[in-house]
Each structure stands twice: as C-alpha cells, then as structure tokens.
C-alpha cells in the first residue's frame, strides 16, 4: 500500500493534518464537540480545501490515564487515515497543569520539527521546567511513536501511539 495511491494529495493532507491538530486538542482555547460515544470527549474540525471536504474527528476517555483515537476522513465517510493513543501521568498531582506547561505547547508545533512526523509535538522542547520528548518511527503510511514529560528529571507523563493509513 502506498499512501499516493490512497491520499491524492499528499501535501495537502499533511497541512489539514497539522492545521486540525492545531484547532482541537492542541490549542487550550478550543471547546469540545457533543460525545460521540458515552464518557468520550471529543473534537472535530473540518475544511473544505480544493472543493473537497476534508474531515478530523479525534475522541478520548479518560484523564490522567486515557485512550483514543484520530481520524481523517476525505470526501467520504470512509476513513482514510488514523492514530491510536494511550497516555499515563504518573504523577496525579501535575496532571493539568503538566498538559498546560508542556504537552500543549508542543503539540501547537506540530509540523516543525522535520526530525518526526506531524503526528504529535516536536522531538524536544523545554518549557516551565518540563521537557517534553517524541520519537516515531515509520512513517504517515504506518508508525508507532513514543511520548514523554520529564520534570525535575522524572518521568511524569508517557503516551504510546500508533496508527497510519486506513484500507
């Protein structure tokens, strides 16, 4: 499977991509949408870009320990790409105000960092006396990547993803 086969566009899919991730979850002063599933919390965003209408949803459970999942959808309602994601905060204590000082900022850079693809954050940033880290490996077509905090050089936070094309 090759993802030119499945994504027409491959640059525009990556640029919705980004922009999606940076108008839900990412940005602290976006709201969520109604839940689509019993206890979920949810965010949509869509974009009508070349006459097509491209579509991310992205729907979680739980706080301190959580799951969920990222879909993009093209001109259909068949899902075309997606991400899976489970996260920890080991520390109950730091657990909003961690997401506030560093998992945030760094998710808002997603697609800076030429170094991982635009799936999380960044692969390092330092921020408040936290530092966040990411590491992927594969590729849009199909990856598994690697999430953390550190504060004060202790593991606060961690989150494991995969995902890629949907066929």
Do not use: Q
Not at 109 to 127: H, M, Y
Not at 130 to 139: A, L, P, Q
Request: with cysteine; proline share 2%; charged share 30%.
């Amino acid at each position: 499977m090759n993802i030119d086969n499945i994504i027409d566009d491959y640059e525009t899919f990556i640029k919705f991509l980004i922009k999606a991730k940076k108008s839900t979850y990412a940005n602290e002063n976006i709201e969520k949408v109604k839940s689509s599933r019993l206890g979920s919390a949810d965010y949509h965003y869509e974009e009508k870009i070349s006459n097509k209408k491209y579509v991310y949803h992205d729907t979680y459970f739980g706080g301190i320990k959580f799951m969920g999942e990222e879909v993009v959808y093209i001109e259909s309602d068949k899902p075309l790409w997606g991400m899976n994601y489970y996260g920890v905060t080991f520390d109950d204590t730091l657990g909003e105000e961690a997401m506030d000082k560093a998992l945030r900022p760094a998710l808002m850079k997603v697609g800076e960092d030429k170094k991982v693809i635009p799936v999380r954050g960044v692969s390092r940033l330092e921020n408040n006396g936290y530092i966040y880290t990411f590491e992927v490996t594969g590729d849009m077509e199909r990856f598994d990547g690697i999430e953390k905090i550190f504060k004060d050089n202790k593991l606060i936070y961690e989150l494991h993803c995969s995902g890629g094309l949907i066929k």
